[in-house]
């Protein structure tokens, strides 16, 4: 109970509600049913102690930037500017001033308490994540799979995820690349239709320019941010599932975004993050929308794989080729099936390919 961790440990700032869980908290006393247990004095005294702590933030910003003149302010965003190296833009530099003043990189303890399911984000500009629980899945699929490719999928095994990690919620957008970008951890300046940038999953990514990414949101929050292995990403895709797709065996009518999925943005062009209800685990646009770049190089078939999770990074693979998972917006339905693989040379990019961070937690 974080009230009661909040408590024992001397009622520190540093374990009070962040926003988002502020107005989850908020949102629960409000409505909790009439039947329920009512909440304790030390419940209430915490939420009221988080919202006196976030209006004091508020304020403390708010007064930053109201004595801010203009003249301080241009000068202050060209200090910013100077620092990006010339490449930033001005919600990059915005970002930077609202996380100075309101830190939200994850303590070791927080970290350690984190619930499964639980949602948070290190900095205003880095993408949201998810808890994923530790477990075990068969991975590979069925002799009665439809639309399967039995070699590289085969032969099934059962694999253990021996600890919890976190799985971004979405697809990288292009707004966080952009951040990455305009510091100078990202050196390649993606290509997209000028209305489909803010919210859209971040496209015209190489596997290089994924791992360049994630170095730099990993020294960015001094965490361990990386790409998902290919067990990892089928068994968050299953999330406790063994049909072809986490909603059943068929493809089903607008449950994804693939030649064949009957969305409105099939054979066209990605959909915006988000745009399909979530898997049992939280996470969004695992199937179809676009490919997702994984850490393991290519293997034919599972014949001496791993069983841990971890990424495969052994044995005989045609040119450091990369493995992809996901499917795509022009790819077809049996292509998002949470078995199906997928391979690409690393340094290829197009409008089918992007990628989704993990993180190793405490």
């Keep these: 109970d974080s009230a009661a961790r909040w408590h024992q440990r001397g009622r520190p700032d540093e374990l009070l509600l962040r926003p988002a869980e502020l107005l989850e908290a908020k949102q629960w006393l409000?409505?909790?049913?009439?039947?329920?247990?009512?909440?304790?004095?030390?419940?209430?005294?915490?939420?009221?102690?988080?919202?006196?702590?976030?209006?004091?933030?508020?304020?403390?910003?708010?007064?930053?930037?109201?004595?801010?003149?203009?003249?301080?302010?241009?000068?202050?965003?060209?200090?910013?500017?100077?620092?990006?190296?010339?490449?930033?833009?001005?919600?990059?530099?915005?970002?930077?001033?609202?996380?100075?003043?309101?830190?939200?990189?994850?303590?070791?303890?927080?970290?350690?308490?984190?619930?499964?399911?639980?949602?948070?984000?290190?900095?205003?500009?880095?993408?949201?994540?998810v808890v994923i629980p530790a477990g075990q899945f068969v991975m590979g699929s069925p002799p009665t799979e439809a639309g399967r490719y039995a070699k590289v999928e085969s032969p099934r095994r059962v694999v253990k995820i021996g600890r919890r990690f976190a799985v971004g919620r979405f697809e990288l957008k292009f707004e966080e690349w952009d951040a990455c970008f305009a510091a100078g951890g990202c050196n390649h300046r993606p290509s997209s239709h000028p209305e489909r940038r803010l919210g859209y999953p971040v496209v015209d990514v190489g596997w290089h320019d994924a791992r360049a990414y994630v170095e730099w949101l990993s020294k960015k929050t001094g965490k361990s941010y990386r790409l998902l292995s290919e067990a990892e990403w089928e068994y968050a895709a299953r999330s406790g599932t063994a049909t072809a797709y986490p909603w059943g065996d068929e493809v089903g009518i607008g449950n994804a975004n693939c030649d064949g999925c009957r969305s409105k943005w099939d054979n066209k062009h990605a959909a915006p993050c988000g745009s399909f209800p979530p898997n049992a685990f939280g996470l969004h646009d695992m199937h179809g929308n676009v490919w997702e770049w994984l850490e393991d190089l290519w293997h034919d078939s599972y014949a001496g794989a791993p069983d841990d999770g971890r990424a495969w990074l052994e044995g005989p693979h045609p040119a450091n080729t990369r493995c992809t998972r996901g499917g795509a917006w022009g790819r077809g339905s049996n292509l998002i099936r949470s078995a199906n693989r997928g391979s690409w040379n690393p340094g290829?990019?197009?409008?089918?390919?992007?990628?989704?961070?993990?993180?190793?937690?405490?």
């Design 30 to 129: 409000a409505n909790k049913p009439k039947d329920s247990t009512d909440p304790t004095a030390l419940q209430i005294g915490y939420i009221e102690t988080s919202e006196r702590h976030a209006v004091t933030r508020r304020r403390r910003l708010s007064k930053i930037l109201s004595g801010v003149t203009a003249t301080g302010l241009l000068a202050l965003i060209g200090v910013l500017y100077i620092a990006a190296d010339h490449k930033d833009s001005f919600e990059y530099r915005k970002s930077q001033l609202v996380d100075a003043i309101w830190p939200q990189i994850l303590s070791r303890s927080d970290e350690g308490h984190l619930g499964l399911g639980k949602a948070f984000k290190e900095c205003s500009i880095c993408p949201e994540m």
């Design 348 to 362: 290829g990019r197009n409008a089918l390919i992007g990628f989704r961070v993990a993180r190793d937690l405490e």
